[in-house]
């Protein structure tokens, strides 16, 4: 075979190989699922004093906080929908009370330099931060200007709200938390444990059935399970005589009746009770139950070094997030602004984002 004659089939073979390739390929595409798009509804949603809100700005303001919170779900616009649905609203009032503490900056004069606004911007969006403000759509210029105004409201925050809810965990209310932590959530003790249920003709044959079950265990020292072959036998032995072995509960002092704490209590871990008569709620007759515990975990109140931490930062958020409110408030009143008039004007069925 000549050279020209072999390189024409090598053609012929790649040629072949590059079609079923690009058949595979457009087979796979699925064109029946067009990607996810989701469309807005743009408009003007408040006005503060001269500044707008529209829900582009809120849009753009839940994609920043989206992108930081949720990386990895950036490019699902399911994701991204639930959490536009979710967060609008909230981000519209945030953003209402974000323009009142503006105007109180201003009249104290707080400013920013640019190298913190530029290092914060690093630490938001990383070394590639045109690539990454690309993505989620908002310019350079924007986003420059969310974090200065987001940095200017740390600050006046910070000596109104976070200063004062520093100064509110004290010795004395980190003690009250903890007092009140452990009444609201008692150390409830915990018993795993496993019925025995013996049910007969009558009343004396059942106590007779449930004497000879509970000697069978008593000798044995097994778990329920080990002797069902046992009990088998025993059940042979008298006619429409049943005993059953229930399932593992486990459960505190607070979910046990009266009757099963007392027993419970009486045990020691992997030993039987002696057969108790008890009426049955599902058949509201007598039987016989033997009762067995498997497990007992005593649980105990953690102390107040063990939960300090969690007690301070406890009370800060919730003194912090009354402290922001009442600031709020405050503003509210000098600037003469009541954000509930604005947002009665939304109304309640407006569907701001629409997923195709």
């Known amino acids: 075979m000549s050279i020209v004659h072999k390189m024409w089939c090598m053609k012929k073979i790649f040629l072949f190989i590059f079609v079923c390739f ?21 408009r003007i949603l408040a006005r503060v004093k001269d500044h707008s809100i529209s829900l582009l700005d809120v849009k753009k303001k839940m ?75 908002v310019s350079y210029d924007e986003a420059w200007e969310m974090t200065k105004r987001e940095m200017i409201v740390r600050k006046l925050t910070g000596y109104y709200v976070s200063n004062k809810a520093f100064a509110a965990v004290t010795p004395q209310v980190l003690r009250a938390a903890y007092a009140e932590h452990c009444a609201k959530n008692p150390a409830l003790d915990e018993w795993s444990y ?78 039987y009770s002696l057969p108790i008569l008890q009426k049955s709620r599902m058949e509201g007759k007598n039987v016989y139950r033997i009762f067995y515990l498997k497990d007992f975990h005593k649980k105990e109140q953690p102390t107040f070094e063990q939960m300090s931490d969690t007690l301070q930062e406890q009370v800060f958020h919730e003194t912090a997030s009354l402290e922001y409110s009442h600031y709020c408030e405050k503003l509210r009143k000098r600037y003469g602004y009541d954000p509930s008039v604005e947002l009665k004007n939304i109304q309640e069925d407006f569907q701001p984002f629409i997923l195709r």
């Open 194 to 271: 496993q019925l025995i249920t013996i049910r007969a003709p009558d009343e004396s044959l059942e106590k007779k059935i449930a004497e000879e079950v509970h000697a069978l265990y008593s000798s044995a020292k097994k778990e329920p399970s080990s002797q069902e072959a046992s009990l088998k036998a025993i059940e042979k032995k008298h006619e429409n005589a049943s005993i059953q072995i229930s399932k593992l509960f486990t459960a505190n002092q607070k979910e046990l009746s009266a009757s099963h704490l007392s027993t419970l209590q009486s045990l020691s871990v992997n030993s």
């Open 63 to 137: 994609d920043l906080l989206f992108y930081r919170s949720y990386p990895q779900l950036k490019n699902n616009p399911q994701a991204r929908y639930q959490y536009y649905l979710s967060n609008w609203r909230q981000m519209l009032t945030e953003m209402i009370d974000t323009e009142l503490i503006l105007m109180d900056a201003a009249t104290k004069e707080i400013k920013t330099p640019d190298g913190e606004i530029r290092e914060e911007m690093q630490k938001r969006f990383g070394p590639n931060i045109l690539f990454t403000l690309f993505d989620l759509g």
């Open 22 to 42: 690009g058949m595979h390929l457009f087979a796979a595409e699925d064109y029946s699922s067009p990607p996810q798009s989701i469309e807005m509804q743009n």
